[in-house]
T-cell receptor, first 113, second 115 residues
Framework: DADVTQTPRNRITKTGKRIMLECSQT?????MYWYRQDPGLGLRLIYY???????NKGEISDGYSVSRQAQAKFSLSLESAIPNQTALYFC????????????FGAGTRLSVL | AQSVTQPDIHITVSEGASLELRCNYS??????LFWYVQSPGQGLQLLLK??????LVQGIKGFEAEFKRSQSSFNLRKPSVHWSDAAEYFC?????????????FGTGTQLKVEL
C-alpha cells in the first residue's frame, strides 16, 4: 500500500552495526506496528504503538527498539545487528475507527552479514 | 493465547480449478479473522475479514471465506483460480478485546498455479 512507506527497501549490513528502519504513513492512523517475516514462520510482531505516547513490546522484541517520532512515523532500530536478524521487516498501520484493519508497507529486506 | 494453523505449506492447482486454503484458529471466543495475500516482492494485501454476522464473507479478487465456529475454521475459497493468484496466503487472528487488535499470523500457504 503506497500510503505506508518503508525505507530502505533493501539493506545489507555487518554484524554489530546499528541499523534504523523507517516507516511513514499518510493514512492518518493512530496505530502502527513492526513485524518480521521469516520463511516458514509467518509474521511475528516486534513492537506496536497505539499512539505517540504508547509503545508496547510484541512477541519478539529482544534486540530491537522503536521510536514513535510523530503520529505518522515509527522507526525500528537494531542497536547491534546480528545475523539471525536477517529477515523481511514489515510496518503496518491501523485505525480503531476503521475496524482496526492493518495496512502493510512493501517491506524492508535486511541482511546481516 | 490465540494461535493460527495453516496446515498446507504448499498447494498447486491448475488454472481454472477451484481452490480451498485451510485455516484453523485457537481462541477463547469469536476472534476477528483475516486473510491476506502476499505477491512476490510485495507487502500484504487484505483479501477479506470477518468480525461478526454473516459467516460467509466476500472479499476482493473473487475470494470468499466461511467462518465455522464449531470447527474453529476460516477457510478461503475461490471457484476458479487465475494464474495471477499465485502468491503466499496468510490467515490471521485478531483479539477484539483489550483495546487493540494485535494480529497473530499463520505460517502461510504458498499457492502455485499451473497453466
Amino acid at each position: 500500500d503506497a500510503d505506508v512507506t518503508q525505507t530502505p527497501r533493501n539493506r545489507i549490513t555487518k554484524t554489530g552495526k546499528r541499523i534504523m528502519l523507517e516507516c511513514s504513513q499518510t493514512k492518518g492512523h493512530d496505530r502502527m506496528y513492526w513485524y518480521r517475516q521469516d520463511p516458514g514462520l509467518g509474521l511475528r510482531l516486534i513492537y506496536y504503538s497505539f499512539d505517540v505516547k504508547d509503545i508496547n513490546k510484541g512477541e519478539i522484541s529482544d534486540g530491537y527498539s522503536v521510536s514513535r517520532q510523530a503520529q505518522a512515523k515509527f522507526s525500528l532500530s537494531l542497536e547491534s545487528a546480528i545475523p539471525n536478524q536477517t529477515a523481511l521487516y514489515f510496518c503496518a498501520t491501523s485505525d480503531l475507527n476503521g475496524g482496526d484493519i492493518q495496512y502493510f508497507g512493501a517491506g524492508t529486506r535486511l541482511s546481516v552479514l | 493465547a490465540q494461535s493460527v494453523t495453516q496446515p498446507d505449506i504448499h498447494i498447486t492447482v491448475s488454472e481454472g480449478a477451484s481452490l480451498e486454503l485451510r485455516c484453523n484458529y485457537s481462541y477463547g471466543a469469536t476472534p476477528y479473522l483475516f486473510w491476506y495475500v502476499q505477491s512476490p516482492g510485495q507487502g500484504l494485501q487484505l483479501l477479506l475479514k470477518y468480525f461478526s454476522g454473516d459467516t460467509l464473507v466476500q472479499g476482493i479478487k473473487g475470494f470468499e471465506a466461511e467462518f465455522k465456529r464449531s470447527q474453529s475454521s476460516f477457510n478461503l475459497r475461490k471457484p476458479s483460480v487465475h494464474w495471477s493468484d499465485a502468491a503466499e496466503y496468510f490467515c490471521a487472528v485478531g483479539d477484539p478485546t483489550g483495546g487493540g487488535n494485535k494480529l497473530t499470523f499463520g505460517t502461510g500457504t504458498q499457492l502455485k498455479v499451473e497453466l
